[in-house]
């Protein structure tokens, strides 16, 4: 079983920058899709971005959107997320996540997920 393993959290303030990665195992093209979803203190899970290795076709949450940009770097087998003026509404644990086929919203679509990383965004 493929393990993810992700790394980059870490504490900021408002209006900084931070960017996630996420490497795997082994080969982590035997996946269709790589997403980024976050998890608040007492809130459920939700889908950040997405991305589709063959292509590099994108999609993002609504509250992300102009602000995060999810990349692949085909040759490291990695994914990244860069964060832009991060907001304390961001803050969250976030987690990789991988998948066969196409990009979905839904926790449940995916089986591979990584351990989470921490980020804290305060003044």
């Known amino acids: 079983q493929v393990q993810l393993v992700e790394s980059g959290g870490g504490l900021v303030q408002p209006g900084e920058s931070l960017r996630l990665s996420c490497a795997a195992s082994?080969?982590?093209?035997?996946?269709?899709?790589m997403a980024w979803f976050r998890q608040a203190p007492g809130k459920e899970r939700e889908f950040v971005a997405g991305?589709?290795?063959?292509?590099?076709?994108?999609s993002y949450a609504d509250s992300v959107k102009g602000r995060f940009t999810i990349s692949r770097d085909y040759a490291e087998d990695t994914v990244y997320l860069q964060m832009n003026s991060l907001k304390p509404e961001d803050t969250a644990v976030y987690y990789c996540?991988?998948?066969?086929?196409?990009?979905?919203?839904?926790?449940?679509?995916?089986?591979?997920w990584g351990q989470g990383t921490q980020v804290t965004v305060s003044s």
């Open positions: 991305i589709i290795w063959i292509g590099g076709t994108t």
């Open positions: 082994r080969n982590i093209r035997t996946f269709d899709t």
């Open positions: 996540a991988a998948r066969k086929f196409k990009t979905t919203t839904i926790v449940g679509d995916y089986p591979s």
